[in-house]
């Protein structure tokens, strides 16, 4: 495996849907998150988690070191009892794992970190992100919670967006009570016609170096599984979305050389002054300001 | 008293979890003594320092959100593992479908605050520290953002943006309310014994936007 990263990063992703779901609501019927206040569209930070992990698990298909701990279809349990094999632990009734845990505490204090380690080393995504292991907790072992070095916040898109209903009928009923007495049934979907969306990241080096481990190799998966996220997502409700750019900050020092915020603020994106109803990217003018960052900190935009 | 500094933090959302209503959450009115050790941790720590907060300045007014999402229970049914691990029929996937919940968090939006604080020495601190040595480098990471990872308003999503305050005299947004009892607000996590970690909490009162936190009764 490569070297940790040595230095603090912080990225803008930017990334549009059209005609479709970026992702729905469960408060609202499934309908486009949306800023109450502002009209402005949400994404939150746990759904384009969901999407790098996606990406990743497709791309490395469990490979070593790339298992993926949240899974669809595999409960948690089942990843950290791994982790006690590892260990020498083979029991396989709660309680006696439990017992034997603690036996293993107490002749060795360091087995905690030594679980946390190798689920850090086995799993991309808790190297990235982290986890809550709170099954070792039960046994006073605090392998417990884990941080991860690379930190998102809620996407939120630059205007504000209209989410539209579409309703469609389907041919195929259900069921045979229904079939009997009618024809098609109806259904609906709700799509945003257009909008751009602008995540925030931060990626901190001293988590991954005394934490993690997250590496260099790492971090170039994750600008690739942030650029492709969507590739790999398609689906009837998603509609068109693609990340348009990546613009990533990195920092001279593992502390960083500026303040976040001042990064940010320097990634200009406007609509167009001739554009009313954007409807695509080219609608917008990205501008990052190069004078507004300290010389020392390298900017690279990726799309 | 150690030395003190007044740090600017703000951000677009936040939540500081009611620990009575921690499943679906519900934020307090305001920042607590403990997150906002935390952004200062989160800017610099050492074992030979502890951060104490002073003064919490309120400078936006306190608003809601509610944000609904869909989240994994953090265990599962032990038995059905255990099942599952054993059982010929039972299929070793479980579908994590099942394990997921909704769950709605009510958050602060638009907030900012000045956290006045100061530190104190412990006795894990080297020979060679000194408080002018941790003042200089606090002082050198608030001036130039340096922190050793982001801090954030109670949960990781929200990240809190940071600069060391330089205003003379702080505007807050209840600069006119005499008083506002905020009720009772988590005070920090009591370390003492780490086998034992209690709560402590404390009765919060803005006055003209500002809970000052010292000689502030704790409750247990």
């Known amino acids: 495996m490569s070297e940790v990263i040595k230095n603090r990063y912080e990225f803008v992703v930017l990334f549009d849907v059209e005609n479709g779901n970026p992702n729905g609501d469960p408060d609202a019927g499934n309908m486009p998150r949306v800023d109450p206040e502002s009209g ?89 992100f982290g986890a809550v292991m709170t099954t070792f907790v039960k046994a006073s072992l605090n392998c417990g919670q884990v941080r991860g070095p690379v930190q998102i916040g809620f996407a939120r898109s630059i205007d504000p967006i209209i989410s539209q209903e579409v309703t469609i009928t389907r041919v195929a009923i259900t069921t045979e009570k229904d079939a009997e007495n009618k024809n098609t049934e109806m259904g609906r979907k709700t799509i945003v016609p257009y909008g751009l969306y602008r995540a925030e990241g931060y990626i901190s080096a001293n988590l991954a170096r005394k934490i993690t481990g997250f590496s260099e190799d790492d971090l ?19 509609g068109n979305m693609a990340v348009r750019e990546l613009i990533v900050f990195k920092h001279s020092k593992e502390l960083g050389d500026c303040p976040a915020y001042k990064l940010f603020d320097a990634v200009e994106v406007k609509k167009n002054e001739d554009v009313e109803y954007p409807r695509k990217y080219q609608d917008y003018t990205v501008t990052v300001h190069e004078e507004q960052i300290p010389d020392s900190v390298e900017v690279r935009r990726m799309n | 008293m150690g030395v003190g500094v007044k740090v600017n933090v703000w951000g677009d959302y936040a939540l500081f979890s009611r620990p ?30 502890r951060w104490i907060i002073d003064k919490i300045y309120v400078k936006n007014p306190i608003q809601f959100t509610s944000v609904r999402r869909n989240e994994v229970k953090s265990k599962i049914l032990a038995s059905n593992v255990l ?8 299929p070793l996937y479980i579908s994590t479908k099942e394990d997921i919940v909704q769950r709605a968090s009510q958050l602060l939006c638009n907030v900012s605050y000045t956290i006045e604080a100061h530190f104190e020495m412990t006795e894990k601190a080297n020979t060679s520290d000194n408080p002018g040595k941790f003042k200089d480098i606090i002082m050198r990471r608030l001036r130039k953002g340096e922190c050793f990872h982001a801090p954030y308003f109670g949960c990781r999503e929200f990240p809190a943006n940071f600069a060391l305050c330089e205003e003379e005299e702080i505007h807050t947004a209840y600069d006119v309310v005499a008083e506002k009892d905020l009720g009772i607000v988590l005070f920090d996590m009591d370390y003492s014994d780490p086998e034992n970690i209690k709560p402590m909490f404390f009765r919060a009162v803005m006055r003209q936007g500002v809970v000052d936190l010292r000689d502030c009764e704790v409750l247990r």
């Open chain 1, 220 to 238: 170039e998966l994750l600008w690739e599984a942030i650029l492709n996220m969507f590739e790999v997502d398609h689906s009837a409700a998603r």
């Open chain 1, 40 to 128: 402005l569209g949400l994404v939150t930070d746990v759904c384009l988690k969901r999407k790098i992990r996606n990406y990743v698990e497709t791309v490395k298909e469990d490979a070593q070191g790339y298992k993926i701990y949240i899974k669809e279809d595999i409960p948690l349990n089942r990843s950290d009892r791994e982790a006690c094999a590892d260990m020498g632990i083979t029991e396989t009734d709660d309680k006696k794992v439990t017992e034997e845990l603690k036996k293993l505490k107490k002749n060795d204090p360091g087995v905690d970190l030594k679980l946390k380690d190798y689920m850090c080393r086995n799993f991309y995504d808790i190297r990235t």
């Open chain 2, 83 to 90: 099942q599952a691990y054993n059982g010929a029929d039972k």
């Open chain 2, 20 to 49: 009575e209503l921690k499943v679906e959450r519900y934020s307090y009115d305001i920042i607590t003594p403990s997150a906002a050790r935390g952004i200062l941790e989160a800017i610099y720590w050492h074992p030979g320092m």
